[in-house]
Nanobody, 114 residues
Framework: QVQLVESGGGLVQPGGSLSLSCAASGSIFSIYVMGWYRQAPGKQRELVAG???????NYADSVKGRFAISRDNAKNTIYLQMNSLKPEDTAVYYC????????WGQGTQVTVSS
């Protein structure tokens, strides 16, 4: 069973940046299409970015041009660089495969506020 551990969240002012990491256990990580999801209070979890094992990426319209997903298969890790953050980006951020079949981790809280 692949285990996922997210880190890197925090409190940032609007317009600021954060870099999230997701470390996965398991040597088969490289075959998964992976993604970053987020869940804001009172809202459903949503996919914000995805990346294939070969590095093809896609983004939700709400984050396109501001967020960048990447992965290092040798380190079993995916990343999310978040720039130009907005208050509406406030949420708990999770990583998982697409469509979210792995065991969910604890997530990492991102709060964008002045």
């Amino acid at each position: 069973q692949v285990q996922l551990v997210e880190s890197g969240g925090g409190l940032v002012q609007p317009g600021g940046s954060l870099s999230l990491s997701c470390a996965a256990s398991g040597s088969i990580f490289s075959i998964y299409v992976m993604g970053w999801y987020r869940q804001a209070p009172g809202k459903q979890r949503e996919l914000v970015a995805g990346i294939t094992s070969g590095g093809m990426r896609n983004y939700a319209d709400s984050v396109k041009g501001r967020f960048a997903i990447s992965r290092d298969n040798a380190k079993n890790t995916i990343y999310l660089q978040m720039n130009s953050l907005k208050p509406e980006d406030t949420a708990v951020y999770y990583c998982n495969d697409l469509p979210g079949t792995l065991l969910w981790g604890q997530g990492t809280q991102v709060t964008v506020s002045s």
